[in-house]
């Protein structure tokens, strides 16, 4: 079997990687820029190496992972982040004969990037939320007096590089043109590089979860979030399968088909009040809530190193719906955070108290703490109580 190496191990998706390979005997191995980390914490990570950080030094982290790879004879890397992606796939030259189950850079770049990505969109009739892009805060295509609000300011990229150092750049919330045209005059991200102001839209974030093989669908999942952190919008912190909605998966297909997308990618919509899904982003690597769809029968990590091995790894059309995930440290952050915002009422915080507690056991499994495999979970409570006490 092939050797695999995880990059990211502190990353919950390289967790449900690790489990679903190591569960299958693949020989699974973890990195990240620690010590310590959660995914390296599993009984089913073999060992775990620490590299210099891709963020503050890209060349010394590629030069390090290549001298790991190397030594370590690994068949396979998976990188978890889009920034590890990004370095990984650029430089694919630099590991001959390790597989990188990844497009070229230009098919991923025409994804990560959220410009390109919403153009791309319009032309192939994807609703997206009402968008203006300008090349910088001198080149608005319209007074931000006259934008809709409340409104959304997203970069093009998430990661810029700059001076031999990567950064990451943050997607910011504004009420007004006022508050609006302090953020563009004072955020680095949106100084010099392309971005875009969008509209708010409001509704349920919700998923489609895919694999292809150089342009050929090979397997569809949908997930929907229930609680989020923060609870106005973020991170999933409980999440559940859901039926593919046929509109969903056309909007998903048009994108990944345009592109001949190869790999796994998930594709991010907010479906509104009146059922209108807005596209909001494309993940084009292993995402949060991953462990929801192979506990539903969608074993997407299995799939892709089958789809490395051998080229070819046979379709799938079924998974469980109705199985929810829930990220316990995660939703407990998110019930805080819902207890101490003044703009939320006594009954809505109560509300938020009954759900917690009231987790439908049945059909709801935790994403970290699992019986057969807790230290990821003990890992993950330390450094949650070392936070708390600083």
Same mark, same amino acid.
């Given at each position: 079997?092939?050797?695999?190496?995880?990059?990211?191990?502190?990353?919950?998706?390289?967790?449900?990687?690790?489990?679903?390979?190591?569960?299958?005997?693949?020989?699974?191995?973890?990195?990240?820029?620690?010590?310590?980390?959660?995914?390296?914490?599993?009984?089913?990570?073999?060992?775990?190496?620490?590299?210099?950080?891709?963020?503050?030094?890209?060349?010394?982290?590629?030069?390090?992972?290549? #001298?790991?790879?190397?030594?370590?004879?690994?068949?396979?890397?998976?990188?978890?982040? #889009?920034?590890?992606?990004?370095?990984?796939?650029? $430089? %694919?030259?630099?590991?001959?004969?390790?597989?990188?189950?990844?497009?070229?850079?230009?098919?991923? #770049?025409?994804?990560? /990037?959220?410009?390109?990505?919403?153009?791309?969109?319009?032309?192939? $009739?994807?609703?997206?939320?009402?968008?203006?892009?300008?090349?910088?805060?001198?080149?608005?295509?319209?007074?931000?007096?006259?934008?809709?609000?409340?409104?959304?300011?997203?970069?093009?990229?998430?990661?810029?590089?700059q001076n031999g150092q990567w950064s990451r750049s943050a997607v910011r919330?504004?009420?007004?043109?006022?508050?609006?045209?302090?953020?563009?005059?004072?955020?680095?991200?949106?100084?010099?590089?392309?971005?875009?102001?969008?509209?708010?839209?409001?509704?349920?974030?919700?998923?489609?979860?895919?694999?292809? /093989?150089?342009?050929?669908?090979?397997?569809?999942?949908?997930?929907?979030?229930?609680? #989020?952190?923060?609870?106005?919008?973020?991170?999933?912190?409980?999440?559940?399968?859901?039926?593919?909605?046929?509109?969903?998966?056309?909007?998903?297909?048009?994108?990944?088909?345009?592109?001949?997308?190869?790999?796994?990618?998930?594709?991010?919509?907010?479906?509104?009040?009146?059922?209108?899904?807005?596209?909001? =982003?494309? $993940?084009?690597?292993?995402?949060?809530?991953? %462990?929801?769809?192979?506990?539903?029968?969608?074993?997407?990590?299995?799939?892709?190193?089958?789809?490395?091995?051998?080229?070819?790894?046979?379709?799938v059309y079924t998974y469980k719906t109705g199985l929810r995930l829930r990220?316990?440290?995660?939703?407990?952050?998110?019930?805080?955070?819902?207890?101490?915002?003044?703009?939320?009422?006594?009954?809505?915080?109560?509300?938020?108290?009954?759900?917690?507690?009231?987790?439908?056991?049945?059909?709801?499994?935790?994403?970290?703490?699992?019986?057969?495999?807790?230290?990821?979970?003990?890992? =993950?409570?330390?450094?949650?109580?070392?936070?708390?006490?600083?």
């Open positions: 079997m092939k050797r695999v190496l995880v990059l990211d191990a502190h990353q919950r998706s390289a967790l449900a990687v690790i489990r679903s390979l190591g569960e299958r005997g693949i020989p699974v191995f973890t990195a990240e820029e620690a010590p310590v980390a959660l995914a390296a914490c599993s009984c089913f990570a073999q060992q775990h190496f620490e590299y210099p950080s891709p963020r503050l030094y890209p060349e010394r982290f590629l030069s390090v992972l290549v #001298e790991l790879v190397r030594k370590q004879h690994i068949d396979m890397l998976l990188p978890m982040t #889009e920034l590890t992606t990004t370095l990984l796939v650029t $430089n %694919q030259g630099s590991f001959p004969g390790t597989e990188i189950p990844f497009p070229d850079i230009g098919t991923v #770049e025409s994804l990560v /990037n959220k410009c390109s990505l919403m153009r791309l969109a319009g032309e192939l $009739n994807v609703p997206i939320p009402r968008t203006w892009y300008a090349d910088s805060p001198d080149t608005l295509p319209c007074p931000l007096e006259e934008i809709y609000y409340p409104a959304v300011l997203k970069p093009g990229k998430s990661w810029l590089y919330f504004t009420s007004n043109a006022l508050e609006a045209r302090g953020i563009l005059d004072s955020d680095p991200a949106f100084l010099a590089h392309p971005f875009m102001i969008q509209e708010c839209v409001a509704g349920q974030g919700q998923g489609v979860f895919a694999l292809y /093989n150089n342009g050929k669908p090979l397997a569809f999942f949908a997930h929907r979030r229930l609680r #989020e952190k923060p609870p106005g919008g973020g991170v999933s912190v409980l999440s559940e399968s859901i039926p593919l909605d046929p509109v969903l998966r056309s909007h998903a297909r048009s994108l990944l088909d345009k592109v001949r997308w190869h790999g796994i990618a998930m594709v991010e919509f907010k479906v509104s009040p009146d059922r209108t899904p807005y596209l909001m =982003e494309i $993940n084009t690597r292993f995402w949060g809530s991953l %462990q929801l769809a192979i506990d539903s029968g969608m074993n997407f990590p299995w799939l892709l190193y089958q789809l490395a091995c051998d080229g070819h790894t046979d379709p990220w316990l440290l995660g939703d407990l952050d998110s019930l805080y955070l819902t207890l101490r915002d003044q703009r939320y009422s006594f009954a809505v915080k109560a509300g938020a108290v009954k759900c917690f507690l009231t987790p439908s056991p049945f059909r709801t499994r935790h994403e970290v703490d699992r019986w057969g495999d807790l230290g990821p979970f003990w890992c =993950e409570l330390r450094t949650y109580i070392k936070d708390i006490l600083r």
